[in-house]
């Protein structure tokens, strides 16, 4: 089995990389995080005249047609620049849903409006501290084409034009609904985050209108072949970021001077920056498997999403939390990027539910894969 990727794809990653790095350097996003403005529109419009947003999109539905082999590069990159744009919201999550779920009117309103950026998309389904491995979570009602319930948090929420929402229908079976959040019945509250550079919001729902999203009965199924599909794709978001942060830190501990030599030649710092490098290739390899498996539609799709999700966590936890530590006196301090990192590498391991739940998930899946 060949991991490596094409020459092709690999020219795609670099385009993305030299265009973050022209247009995405870490002061964007810190003007962001330190700023009222939820994200920076001009990158986001930048992103969708590259093609990013519909990278894995079919060009009938107004996508570059290209492939998730792609997408999952334009991630890394995306995760490496910590852009402060919804991608994963829009990208990973709402196209992704109406991809798997969506019927062809619905494909063809929405669709080339998210890779356009015209729209920009969510999936609203957590409601609070709640058990995502477990679909009696869901309170929020869809019932005759109207949604009432809340949700919270919702990543973008506040800025998102179209969502998806888990909720419950007449019967109590979970269901998927599309909402205009633009539209009447609709409160949107911006939450104070953790990142800042990544908005989040609570939308309470009052008989708003919305239609509905896939089969009858099937709602809690699709949910979680979405966060599948968002795990492999955000685990190389996650990775890219956790690259650049052992990148800088390895940078700053070389120049940085201590009895005469760099601390990066004391042995307790070598130690430490090689267990960061490990977990980066545990999740790398994850992540990889995980890219094959969604872009072959491969049946360890489950498997796979959830192994890359866990080693993904645990690798950006790990190289954020070592750089600030390695830093040294100056790690913790607002002047120094190292909390950007730490900031995300948080935020994003939480975004799909926590590693622990993906650790049951993938813990439940290879059971049931061994009992068959």
Known sequence: MNF????????????????????????????????????DSGLWKGAAEMGWLGAAVPEQFGGAGLGY???????EEIGRALAP??????????T?????????????????????????????FAEGASDLLDPGFVSTRFDAGRLSGEKVPVADGDIAGLGVVLAKDAKGAPCLALVDLGGSGITRTTLESFDPSRSQARLRFEGATAEPL??????????????????VMMAFEQLGGAQRALEVT?????????????????????????????ALELGRSNAYYGAWALSSSAEELPVAA?????????????SAEEMIQLHGGVGFTWEYDCHLYY??????????????????????RLESRDAA
Request: proline share 3%; glycine share 8%; hydrophobic share 45%.
């Open 4 to 39: 490596e990727f094409s020459e092709d794809q690999k020219l795609v990653q670099k385009t993305a990389r030299d265009y973050l790095a022209e247009h995405s350097g870490l002061g964007v996003c810190r003007a962001v995080l330190e700023s009222s403005k939820p994200y």
């Open 69 to 75: 082999l792609e997408l999952v590069l334009i991630a």
């Open 85 to 94: 744009i919804p991608f994963s919201s829009s990208v990973y999550l709402a």
């Open 96 to 124: 992704e849903a109406l991809l798997l779920a969506g019927s062809e009117p619905q494909k063809k309103k929405y669709l080339p409006r998210l890779c356009s950026g015209e729209l920009i998309g969510t999936f609203a």
């Open 214 to 231: 896939g089969d009858a009965g099937k709602g809690f199924q699709i949910f979680e072949r979405v966060l599948d599909r968002a795990a």
């Open 250 to 278: 390895r940078e700053f501990t070389m120049n940085r001077y201590a009895f005469g030599r760099p601390v990066a030649s004391f042995q307790a710092l070598k130690h430490r920056m090689a267990e960061v490098y490990c």
């Open 306 to 318: 959830a192994g890359a999700r866990v080693a993904a966590c645990d690798a950006s936890s790990l």
């Open 343 to 364: 900031r995300r590498a948080k935020l994003l391991g939480l975004a799909l539910g926590s590693a622990a739940e993906w650790r049951e998930k993938l813990i439940r």
